[in-house]
């Protein structure tokens, strides 16, 4: 009887290992990554492409990245045109493979009029749509339904445990979300300016009742041309800036510069369009740049 019992044992775990599936899918950004993994648990195989710490600005899928792309069911993209490079990828893509850009029915702000200059890259600085939609925790939890509902049609048979993760990651963001309310709700009105070098954080001014102040160019190598120093040093002066965040992936440089020239200080490095290994995920980056801001600026006597 015993020997039956372990047989029987055996065929069961046999059965439920050949019939699992496993949903295989590129991501090309690490916030992708991150909501793959919390959406799509053990079932989802990621390869991820574009690693913790590159530009989304400047990155683009080489050679090798295509080939590993190869037999993956779903492509993971941000969208709003972020990655610039879809359609030509899309042209590469075998039978049954499609490319979800999470990002596209999620609202949209348009980079506004007199910002353009300050805009993260080239390509979205013509008032087209603020590609940066992650730095708002409502939108995170939106994508998060999103993507289950991608990966339930592309493996309906895990659609139920695609919901049970969402809904369980959903409340972990809106609990982050109660959380940076109270937290930034510590700085007064007068205080909220988030000064930065491009006008990557839009969504998260307008979740949280910032201004924003970008105060550089397109490209993140810029340096000010001849005038535009005095012309951001107005800015600061007439918006009542004394605290300046230095974006990761900015050149410190002109913004050392104008520490010098306008008597502000630093506020601390902000994390604006990749995750880095010391805040690989969503959560923890948006954390810390709750906490870097919240330190900042409700320091005693920040104030010019």
Wanted: glycine share 6%; proline share 7%; aromatic share 6%.
């Amino acid at each position: 009887m015993s020997k039956q019992i372990i047989l029987m044992f055996l065929l069961l775990v046999a059965g439920t290992l050949s019939a699992g599936e496993v949903l295989r899918v590129v991501s090309l950004n690490p916030i992708a990554t991150d909501l793959a993994r919390q959406v799509g648990g053990e079932v989802v195989a990621i390869v991820e492409l574009m690693k913790p710490g590159q530009d989304p600005h400047v990155y683009a899928p080489s050679p090798s990245d295509l080939k590993a792309a190869e037999g993956a069911a779903l492509i993971l993209a941000m969208g709003k045109d972020l990655e610039t490079y879809l359609d030509s990828l899309s042209e590469t893509l075998g039978p049954g493979q499609s490319i979800f850009e999470i990002g596209r029915m999620i609202p949209s702000l348009r980079i506004e009029a007199g910002m353009e200059l300050f805009a993260c890259c080239p390509v979205h600085a013509h008032g087209v749509a603020d590609p940066h939609w992650w730095h708002s925790v409502r939108n995170m939890r939106r994508a998060a339904r999103l993507t289950a509902d991608a990966f339930s049609k592309a493996l309906p048979a895990e659609a139920a445990g695609f919901c049970e993760r969402a809904k369980a990651y959903d409340q972990r963001l809106a609990a982050l979300e109660s959380w940076a309310k109270q937290e930034l709700g510590r700085i007064p009105s007068e205080r909220r300016r988030l000064t930065t070098a491009h006008a990557a954080f839009n969504y998260f001014c307008d979740d949280y009742r910032f201004k924003p102040v970008p105060v550089l160019g397109l490209s993140t190598l810029d340096q000010p041309r001849p005038g535009q120093m005095r012309q951001v040093l107005d800015t600061l002066a007439a918006e009542r800036v004394s605290v300046i965040f230095l974006e990761h992936s900015a050149n410190p440089a002109p913004l050392e510069a104008l520490v010098r020239e306008a008597s502000v200080r630093w506020g601390g490095t902000v994390l604006e369009g990749s995750l880095l290994p010391e805040a690989p995920t969503f959560e923890a980056m948006f954390r810390h740049n709750v906490e870097t801001i919240v330190k900042a600026l409700t320091t005693e006597g920040e104030e010019p």
